[in-house]
Every structure is written in C-alpha cells, then in structure tokens.
C-alpha cells in the first residue's frame, strides 16, 4: 500500500466518524440549545417588565386625579351657574322673596328641587339643576349637597361662612392641585 492509498483511507475513516459521532452530538446539542428559555433571560424580562409597570403606575394616579380635578371644576361651575340663575329669577320677580332676602336660593337643594313661579298662571315650577352634583374629592357617606361647603352673600371671601343663603360654593377638600392652586380656592 502507498502512501497515498493510506491517505486516502485515513480520510474516509475519519469522514465517516464525523458523520456517525460527531455529527449526532452537534444536532444534538444546537436543538437543546434553541427549545426555551434559559432562567437568566426570563429573570431579566421579568425585571424589564417590573421595572415598565413601576415607572407606569405615577400616570395612572396623576391620570386619576387629573379627571377628578375635571369633574370638581365642571361642577363648580354648573353650581354656580344654577345660583346665578337663581338669582336672575329672583331679581326678574318671579321667585317669592322678602324685602330684607338677598335673592340668593336658601339652600343649595331649592336649584334642584325648584320653585314656583310666580309669573306663571299655571305656577309651574322653575328647576335650576337636575340634581346637585357631588364633590368628588368628598366622602361617599355624605349626600350631594353636604360635600360642598357654601358661602352666604354676608360673609367676606376671605372666610367664607354659612349663613341665611347660598351665594357660592367651594370644595371641602384640602388638598392641591396638579396646577398647584388648592381646591379650596377654585
């Protein structure tokens, strides 16, 4: 045999080891190696995702107050807008009033319940709003018109009291706004 026969039978011996040794070992380890998730990387997206969530959870709060702040400002000013057309009627003389009233309803559930009119020959009832709406910074065991606090028209803007009528109304709430102004004062 020469030298090159043996070459040649060296080659063929060592091709078909490959093929019946190492070539089952590497398929075999790349197919263990594509199936799942090694715990290093479900460790890390369970830290990726922990860390989105705390970063999300301030905007859902700052979301929440944002939307009470809303519902507090537009029901403010449905109030307000209720007593000034109480006050209009009034002045219009189609409400009752004594001479030394101030023309400001009574209490803050006569717009929602409403009056007579005296204009009227059928002495229909003139309504002010539907109902009174809530705070919604307030407690949920209070009625509508009891989380409001409400100012009479004799009482000075700088310490707003109750008294024989409703001239305003503000929130109860002592907290500050995202606009930094407190809800007292809105």
Same mark, same amino acid.
């Given at each position: 045999?020469?030298?090159?026969?043996?070459?040649?039978?060296?080659?063929?011996?060592?091709?078909?080891?490959?093929?019946?040794?190492?070539?089952?070992?590497?398929?075999?380890?790349?197919?263990?190696?594509?199936?799942?998730?090694?715990?290093?990387?479900?460790?890390?997206?369970?830290?990726?995702?922990?860390?989105?969530?705390?970063?999300?959870?301030?905007?859902?709060?700052?979301?929440?107050?944002?939307?009470?702040?809303?519902?507090?400002?537009?029901?403010?000013?449905?109030?307000?807008?209720?007593?000034?057309?109480?006050? %209009?009627?009034?002045?219009?003389?189609? @409400?009752? $009033?004594?001479?030394?009233?101030?023309?400001? +309803? #009574?209490? =803050?559930? !006569?717009?929602?319940?409403?009056?007579?009119?005296?204009?009227?020959? %059928?002495?229909?009832?003139?309504?002010? @709003?539907? $109902?009174?709406?809530?705070?919604?910074?307030? +407690? #949920?065991? =209070?009625? !509508?018109?009891?989380?409001?606090?409400?100012?009479?028209?004799?009482?000075?803007?700088?310490?707003?009291?109750?008294?024989?009528?409703?001239?305003?109304?503000?929130?109860?709430?002592?907290?500050?706004?995202?606009?930094?102004?407190?809800?007292?004062?809105?």
């Amino acid at each position: 045999m020469n030298v090159v026969n043996a070459v040649n039978v060296v080659n063929v011996v060592n091709a078909r080891f490959r093929v019946l040794f190492l070539l089952p070992l590497r398929l075999h380890e790349s197919r263990v190696t594509t199936h799942g998730f090694t715990l290093i990387e479900l460790i890390i997206t369970v830290a990726i995702v922990a860390i989105l969530a705390s970063a999300a959870l301030p905007l859902t709060q700052i979301t929440v107050q944002r939307a009470k702040e809303q519902e507090l400002h537009a029901s403010l000013r449905q109030i307000r807008e209720a007593i000034d057309a109480y006050k %209009q009627a009034a002045d219009e003389g189609r @409400l009752t $009033r004594k001479a030394d009233e101030s023309g400001y +309803p #009574p209490v =803050l559930g !006569a717009l929602a319940s409403g009056v007579e009119d005296v204009k009227s020959p %059928q002495k229909k009832m003139i309504y002010f @709003l539907r $109902r009174v709406p809530r705070d919604p910074f307030a +407690p #949920p065991e =209070l009625t !509508a018109a009891e989380t409001w606090g409400k100012r009479s028209y004799a009482s000075p803007p700088e310490d707003p009291k109750e008294g024989e009528d409703v001239f305003d109304v503000y929130s109860k709430e002592d907290g500050v706004g995202l606009n930094g102004v407190p809800y007292k004062e809105l």
